[in-house]
């Protein structure tokens, strides 16, 4: 995609892949890595509320779960967070709590809605992510949506449509 970076394309491919294994694995097809500035892996996760029985199981979720060190935390500030989709509310709280300053995602919020119907288990609010994250005090880059359909090819038939 011109313009892009293309490490910002390929950290989000990956973020789509962890989406195609939530969904391999009975989950909702969402997926989430974080990066360091120094383009070092962090964490890589993907939503697995099906088989945990956890409601907070998102991939953003468990992707800022994984950083425990200091060194990673405190690196955080500079990091990105690559999501294969716009990040719900309760992941916009979580991202903004933990200093991550930048987000890279794929589908946007609005396609999701459109997508995921009146499910009850998909609600996504009509306030955007990056509506929330433009609230923090400090500013939260939000970059999206980048190969969107791509990253809904995890969610073809999921949904029921």
């Not at 405190?74 to 690559?82: K, M, N, V």
């Not at 009850?120 to 500013?139: K, T």
Request: include cysteine.
């Amino acid at each position: 995609m011109p313009g892009e970076p293309a490490h910002d394309l390929a950290w989000l491919r990956q973020a789509i892949q962890w989406a195609a294994t939530a969904r391999a694995r009975g989950n909702r097809p969402f997926g989430a890595v974080i990066v360091s500035a120094e383009g070092l892996l962090l964490a890589e996760a993907y939503c697995n509320t099906s088989e945990s029985g956890d409601c907070t199981g998102h991939a953003e979720i468990n992707a800022l779960r994984q950083l425990r060190t200091p060194a990673q935390l405190e690196c955080l500030a500079q990091a990105t967070l690559y999501a294969s989709a716009e990040p719900c509310m309760m992941c916009a709280g979580a991202i903004l709590c933990s200093g991550i300053r930048r987000v890279v995602y794929g589908v946007s919020n609005d396609r999701l809605r459109q997508l995921c119907g009146q499910r009850i288990d998909a609600f996504r609010s009509n306030m955007a992510a990056v509506e929330l994250l433009a609230l923090a005090p400090q500013p939260i880059a939000c970059v999206g949506p980048l190969l969107a359909d791509e990253a809904l090819e995890p969610h073809a038939g999921y949904w029921g449509h």
